[in-house]
């Protein structure tokens, strides 16, 4: 009877040792609400930014919700979206496609994490991408409307990958992935990318990103992107993104690059300028077209609340991007337009 009572109570504490060693968070929900109205200055839908298309109209963004949850060194993060900006316009709907009739809700993120090591880290699911600077939730941006270099893509990457922290300073992620912004595979998977992290000194952070496979449009396309940003002082912020991508045989895609210098006047106010520069590849070394835009943003905070004023300022000497004139008939080259945001983040 000792020794059963003995190898219980060994039992019982080991269980409990077990409990204790996957202790589990809270469920963690965050999101976020968004709303805005904008005025195209030609008073016809120029500058289509992939979001905010509409000319003079209070128009909806989206909901998003994120829920996440850790216990020991497994983790899941679920992310949907429900409305215009995340439902057709970026993300695919529940049948994979992009049906603006189509009323159901989106997902943004659906991963598991599991932590093998302090150093070491596994993901698998569908994962916002890792290239580029702005993401499809306004909430992580500071401008409201967005880059040609975002709307150009990926948006999400669904597959496998490993991440791998040398350091506070340096870490690589390499995995395997279904085509761009698909939640399955229509080929098998079939792209392969990697990103390496540096951060030289506090408050500077620089990702060097690289993809290659089957992009949305069934073309093999290969792309090399550096995104940094460098927190200089409590007051002013630097980024940069810079992208090149080489689709098809044909080797037609873009390359491009945004700067985005920020000042912050108090903890609730700040003004920040990005300046880009866009240019299409022709095919087989035919023409290239370019676009250059220049967006001023302020960000505006109260409580949860974000105020986006913003103008913003598009040439296209190349007539690539349908910008038109008053009458929406006769093409221009360039365009102009002032919006006001609201974003709520909680």
Request: hydrophobic share 35%; no cysteine.
């Amino acid at each position: 009877m000792k020794n059963i009572a003995a190898f219980s109570l060994l039992l019982f504490g080991t269980a409990t040792l077990a409990v204790a060693q996957e202790k589990a968070s809270p469920l963690e929900i965050s999101g976020s609400v968004d709303t805005y109205y904008k005025y195209d200055l030609n008073k016809s839908s120029n500058i289509k930014t992939f979001f905010a298309n509409e000319q003079n109209s209070v128009s909806l963004g989206m909901i998003d919700l994120a829920l996440k949850k850790t216990t020991g060194k497994a983790s899941f993060v679920g992310e949907l979206s429900f409305g215009p900006r995340g439902q057709y316009q970026s993300i695919p709907d529940v049948t994979g496609g992009y049906d603006p009739e189509k009323n159901g809700f989106n997902i943004q993120n659906l991963y598991v994490n599991y932590a093998f090591t302090d150093k070491f880290t596994m993901t698998a699911g569908y994962m916002g991408t890792f290239i580029g600077y702005e993401v499809i939730s306004p909430a992580a941006n500071f401008n409201y409307s967005t880059s040609y270099l975002f709307g150009s893509g990926p948006f999400q990457n669904a597959g496998i990958k490993g991440t791998y922290a040398f350091s506070d300073k340096v870490s690589l992620m390499l995995g395997l992935f279904n085509e761009w912004n698909q939640y399955t595979a229509t080929r098998g998977v079939s792209s392969f990318g990697g990103q390496l992290m540096v951060s030289p000194v506090e408050g500077w952070t620089a990702y060097i990103n690289g993809l290659h496979g089957l992009d949305g449009y069934g073309n093999y396309s290969t792309i090399l992107d550096l995104t940094t940003a460098y927190q200089i002082n409590d007051k002013v912020k630097i980024g940069l993104n810079a992208a090149n991508l080489s689709a098809g045989d044909d080797k037609f895609g873009y390359s491009g690059v945004a700067l985005y210098p920020q000042y912050a006047f108090t903890p609730a106010v700040a003004l920040g300028l990005r300046a880009e520069y866009f240019n299409y590849k022709g095919i087989s070394g035919g023409p290239s077209a370019s676009v250059t835009s220049f967006t001023l943003s302020g960000n505006i905070k109260a409580g949860g609340l974000t105020f986006i004023p913003e103008v913003r300022f598009d040439s296209d000497k190349d007539f690539t991007q349908g910008f038109f004139k008053k009458d929406g008939v006769t093409p221009n080259k360039s365009a102009s337009q002032f919006s006001l945001a609201a974003v709520y983040s909680f």
